[in-house]
């Protein structure tokens, strides 16, 4: 394929990820640019992961509207290899099997599910936005016969893995602000072009008076809110070019700080702004497992790292402890969560929290209802 092609796909996903779409409609527009740029078998496979855990909330397949019961339990409980944690953890942050499996995939559990359903090669992708963290994981495979997936088409999929981050975490988040299911969710704006306020979701009053210099009773907006506006609004001037990510991160009235996303809203004849406003750090993994499991600061902060797959060396020197206090730690978290292993803990984690939000989140995908990034808290079980 020429360079001007995968350009243009590029271009083209890029300014999707600034529309402020649903974020099963932004995965769907993203599918035919994704398929010119790199061509593969069948369908891209989407994932959303939990930042904080790096385990899966969601999935986005065309084919395949339902993962497969055993999908999980290679992913989170079998010896494997290339698993979307895996991926995500590296530096690189994306690979092949053939690459990791030094060409030989064939003998691994990985290759034979892929293989059943048509799939011989597969490319993972972590959907890291530009401040590094992890929201999602995109799978592309090619059938038996089919050149390798070369370092052209890995490059250009890197390049295009901020956008595609970029792109989910706004979704979730205008999805989490029309259709909240907690207090403390994120609150929407859309502004016109001349600043007018076209509409607000109903938690957005708590967050515009926290903001500082606003005077939301009086109908005046917080210049924060209005800077962001103004640096989004730069893509629906540039309509075939991707838009500039506006993100600002404000100091509330309340000592909080909280973050501001501007998307553009591209359509024929008007210049339009979505605002999201939402806490600086919405994971929900460190009250789920304190509720849940009664686990300690301490006991949190390990958990995290072991779901995320770092080994005891890693959590030692990340926590500035010893590998034997990293051990006792592990001890006590086994001892309040029921499991012998990490393996199990990370099972009974997903299992417990998150595979009942990724099948929850299969459903709302086809009712056409918003996606959730989070694991479902301990108070829906």
Known sequence: ??????????????????????????????????????????????????????????????????????????????????????????????????????????????????????????????????????????????????PFFDQDELALVKNLAPHLAEGARRALLVGEATDPDRADGPGLVILTGDWHVESTTAGLDRWLADLPDGN????????????????????AARPGEPGEVAVSRVLSRSGTWIVLHGAALVSQNTRRVAVIVEPAHPARISSLLMSAYGMTEREKDLTRLVLQGNSTTEIAQRLVISPHTVQEHLKNVFGKTGVRSRRDLVGKVFFSHYEPRLRDNERRTLRGEPIRGEPVPTSHQ
């Open 216 to 235: 939301w009773e009086a109908g005046q907006l917080p210049t924060s809110i209005v800077a962001v506006a103004g640096r989004a609004l730069r893509t």
């Open 1 to 146: 394929m020429g360079t001007d092609a995968r350009q243009r796909a590029a271009v083209k996903i890029a300014c999707l990820a600034g529309q402020g779409l649903d974020l099963a409609s932004f995965w769907r527009e993203c599918t035919d640019p994704l398929a010119t740029a790199v061509p593969h078998y069948w369908n891209p496979c989407f994932f959303t992961l939990d930042p904080a855990s790096l385990l899966a909330t969601s999935h986005f397949d065309e084919g395949i509207p339902e993962l497969p019961p055993d999908w999980a339990q290679r992913e989170y409980c079998d010896d494997d290899v290339h698993k979307l944690a895996d991926v995500a953890r590296s530096e690189r942050g994306i690979s092949t099997l053939h690459e990791v499996t030094g060409g030989d995939p064939t003998h691994t559990p990985r290759w034979k599910a892929n293989i059943a359903y048509g799939g011989d090669q597969e490319m993972i992708a972590a959907l890291r936005t530009r401040d590094g963290e992890v929201w999602g994981a995109l799978s592309l495979y090619r059938e038996p016969g089919q």
